[in-house]
């Protein structure tokens, strides 16, 4: 967790020298339309409530991520666009003892599709809200003695999100995101994400 402020913090630092450098005459020939590339890290943290008793409830790790987008304008100020990602945790997950059972719960890869609305409330400043798939892989294993258990499976879920994107020139972008994803039966993610991305 320490390890993951760090990081963000850090993003945060050279994206706000980055803006104070850029010239605002750049700034204010941003578009935010046209397809675009970006590269993303951050917090992500899983809540099970299904769990076997003594195994963990949560599991929070890092996460590195990218994805690509299309936008297009809905007039002077709205946009929609699609987006799709691909993002994975670090760490080797949250081990629980219980008695003589060690568990360990692990985030995995993680897919997402989905729809965007922005609202561009500057000349380089775009606020939007998301809504689409996702498709995120899980991992437990249960150690008992010489015993041991293994469980992987892939988890489709309903993932929303917002966040606001900042344009560094005519190109270049730094972003702020946060998402929750439902996979039911229990099963809530969250997401808290820094980035820096380009405009083509």
């Not at 760490?91 to 629980?96: E, K, L």
């Amino acid at each position: 967790m320490h390890r993951t402020i760090t990081m963000l913090a850090a993003t945060a630092a050279a994206t706000a020298l980055f803006a104070f450098a850029t010239p605002s005459s750049a700034q204010d020939r941003a578009t935010f339309t046209g397809p675009r590339a970006e590269v993303t890290v951050g917090y992500d943290s899983t809540r099970l409530s299904d769990q076997p008793a003594g195994a963990p409830r949560s599991v929070s790790q890092a996460r590195l991520g990218a994805a690509v987008g299309y936008d297009v304008a809905l007039g002077s100020h709205w946009t929609l666009g699609a987006e799709a990602g691909i993002g994975g945790t670090l760490g080797g997950g949250r081990d629980v003892s219980q008695g003589a059972t060690r568990f360990n719960v692990d985030q995995g890869r993680d897919l997402d599709a989905s729809l965007r609305l922005g609202y561009k409330a500057g000349s380089a400043t775009l606020l939007y809200a998301k809504a689409g798939w996702a498709n995120s892989r899980y991992s437990a294993r249960a150690v008992t003695g010489t015993t041991r258990i293994d469980q992987a499976s892939d988890e489709n879920g309903f993932r929303v999100g917002a966040g606001v994107e900042q344009m560094l020139g005519e190109r270049i972008y730094a972003k702020a995101e946060y998402r929750y994803t439902t996979y039911g039966e229990g099963v809530h993610r969250h997401q808290a994400l820094a980035g820096l991305g380009m405009r083509f």
